[in-house]
């Protein structure tokens, strides 16, 4: 019947917070919002956010960046694939200048 309770949970009612791809997106933006922090680079991706499509896929929003904030995400790439190649503790300690090139 239309009353069931099954039948009133429709489209005006959906949250985003009832759906797994809001939570998979929010945390995936939450870990890369820490690591960013942790490179100094805190202020340079200032569109970084969670999203839903219509779908319910989750997304994490990127937005537009300076050409200096992308080398800076280059440069903090590659330094994260060499020390995936190093061989001993050399990765383990940080780094000592921060990957920010002012």
Known sequence: MRDDEADRHDAAQWSPIDS????AARNATTALR???INAGMEKDLPYLRADLNAFG???VELGRVSPETAESLAELLRRALTCGQAVGDECSRAPEQPIRKD
């Open 34 to 36: 820490d690591a960013l």
């Open 57 to 59: 896929h989750g997304l």
């Open 20 to 23: 797994d791809g809001w939570y």
